[in-house]
């Protein structure tokens, strides 16, 4: 007899690649052969994720399977669904893509799947199965009762099963027989699930003695005594109480996209997403700038305080949800970290500094893909656990497994909604239950929910509709020249206003953003960013580092009229008080040339707290460290700097701090897309045929390498020729060095070149496998015919 793997093994390598595309999961690792991969596919995870992808109407068909007698073809299926016979098969040939529906025949479900669906269409184990427990004693008083007469001859449980599943086939009479009391209870299990909790299920009960209405079902055989507290409904009881349909409704269409709004012209629609697409990318710019001068601690759960977020949102003028969309955007994209596993601080990564090379379009591109990805959802931030504690944004409480796949459920279908078609939350979440009937209830609305909200805020969607570059982005496509076009040209001018305000007429240019961002503070944004100055940034310039010629000079140099007076002087104002204290280590102490300054400062009850004793008509000394005798004195309105043990100046706010992820902490975790890339599938099908041929006739089919050292070549040109071999799809030879540092040769077809390693089928193991850079001492180029 044919078995599920002889089946697999039939497939032809399109069919496979089909195969392995719909269920990813099954390719990691890759399988050693066939056999192993229908083990694999029928293991219980791998089962229900693949259950987990089927709409209703293809789950449905599959139920039937397991419901209707065998052999069920498209003619019975569609009967039994209220459906075509046309619209059966195509659920069919999806099963069968799926390897969940086997045989080149009637098809049959796979192994796993009943075990996966305990409940089929809702229905509880047939008669035979169901009465199956009980002692042969019992089956006989069942039957007697039943029949009125006991049954002739000898009876074996095989003989009484049978005769009870005939008299339950027309359980009319019955049903009638037991009473509206116990006909209520019967129907509240008839649609599902099959099962009930009751006291003392398998008391000895006959028809002459059962006094309650579920006394009267056991009695008739009406309901099953599973255990001593579960009763189960026979399947044909439930299929007589449902009028022989297997379900309610399930229609073998999904439900339509009902327009929620009148539809907006297309370039405007387009607008206004890359609109909020260019405002995303300069509000986490403007935020990381913030945090790389003055960043939040690590809270010892290891999130953002909620004051941190309030600050935040404060900061870049958003709501407090926006604030933590902008924040876990940033942590998915890999641009912010903690700086250590104890006591450190959100940091910007290098990872910031590669991000601000790129254009707006670009950045936005690594923003999306990230946010697509990330299990991370930010619209927790603010709400309460199970246990009513906090969940504060960055913190692994903010982790939901399901959000990347309902983040690109929810975009599939709007993209597949079509140009001008506004689709409503209702009828989104009606065509999420059709489509993945599996993944329902409040959470996952919940999340559907923020993933409109969050789309719109990050720009791939205008007006509640896909914008193109959003459907780039789905397909797989590079995004950036749809949203080029709409993007307006960074400036390198600014309005340098009287009131000491200068006006940015649109997106500064990367250069002159982080100086103005340095010196001046963010008074309003929307299509023009107006920026303040103030004694207080201008300040924070000088602590960076700068001088008032190095800040004159640049709002001169970018302003599109001469600066005003009133700039100059506070520039040079603040310039003149900055420095004129300076603070070093006793554990601190406060210098100065102005003897009457000091006195000052002493006379100021705000001092109390900084434990300042005189030393010397110009020298005051603390007992407190130097950092926390700067705030003090700063939290006074003064404007000391710390000084080195030579009396030069130390600059203590640095322009800019970066942290490396710590080895225990990850930049951003991401789970396995649902898509696998076309190359690494062929990889894997060949692999997996290769596997097969070696087991079934018992020699490795592998290729034998050429003869001689291993190959050498500098390390740029050996990752130059793998990522060349990708593209191409060419065989290299490469050698490897071992964990022992024995170099050996390899023939591999490359399938890709990223994070630091190689992956592809390597031939002279006829299996995929994953090389570390740093090992390959080289590469050499292979004709198709070596």
Known sequence: METYADWLRARGDDELRALLAARPELLAPVPADLTALAARAATPAAVSRALDRLDRFTLAVLEALLVLPAPAGPDALAAALDATPGQAEGALATLRRFGLAWGDGAPATAPGVRQSLPHPAGLGPPAREVFAGYSAERLTDLVTDLDGEAPRGFADSGRLLARLAELLGDPAALIEDAGPEARAALDQLAWGPPVGRVADARRPVRLDTATTPIERL??????????????????????????????????????????????????????????????????????????????????????????????????????????????????????????????????????????????????WTELARGWLKSDRAAGLAGDRDDRDRLINALSEAMVRSSAPSTRRAVLDVLAGAGRGVVV????????????RPRHGGPARDRLVGWTLREAAALGLTGFGELAPFGRDLLAGDDPEPALEKYLPEPVDEILVQADLTAVAPGPLVTELARELALAADVESTGGATVYRFTAESVRRALDAGRTAADVTDLLARHSATPLPQPLVYLIDDVARRHGHLRVGALSSYVRTDAPATLDEILADRRAAPLRLYRLAPTVLASGLQRADLLDGLRAMGLAPVAEAPGGGVIVTRPDAQRADPPPTAEIVRLRPDDRTDASMIFAAVRALRAGDEASMHGAEHARQAPSGEPPRSPAMATVERLRGAVERGGRVWIG???????????????????????????????????????????????????
């Not at 599973?226 to 109480?241: C, F, G, I, Q, S």
């Not at 409503?424 to 489509?435: H, M, Q, V």
């Open 218 to 363: 056991l009695a008739r055989g009406l309901l099953a005594a599973e255990d001593d507290r579960t009763v189960t409904l026979p399947r044909e009881v439930a299929l007589h109480l449902r009028g022989g349909r297997l379900f309610r409704d399930v229609p073998a269409e999904p439900p339509p996209l009902t327009p929620a709004a009148e539809p907006r012209r297309e370039d405007v629609v387009v607008r206004a997403a890359a609109g909020e697409a260019a405002g995303a990318v300069r509000l986490i710019e403007e935020l990381l700038e913030r945090w790389g001068l003055e960043p939040p601690p690590v809270l010892r759960s290891g999130g953002l305080a909620v004051r941190d977020l309030r600050a935040a949102a404060t900061l870049l003028d958003v709501p407090e949800w926006k604030a933590a969309l902008l924040v876990e955007v940033a942590y998915a994209a890999g641009l912010l970290t903690r700086s250590g596993d104890l006591d450190g601080e959100w940091l910007p990564t290098p990872a910031y500094d590669l991000w601000l090379m790129r254009d707006t379009a670009g950045r």
């Open 736 to 786: 490897y060095l071992d964990q022992q540092g024995q170099a050996s040769s390899r023939i591999v077809e490359p399938v890709r070149v990223e994070g630091g390693f190689l992956t592809g089928y390597d031939a002279t193991r006829a299996a995929v496998h994953r090389f570390a850079l740093h090992r390959i001492t080289g590469v050499s180029e292979l004709d198709d015919a070596s």
């Open 424 to 435: 409503g939350e209702d009828a989104l979440l009606a065509r999420l239950a059709w489509l």
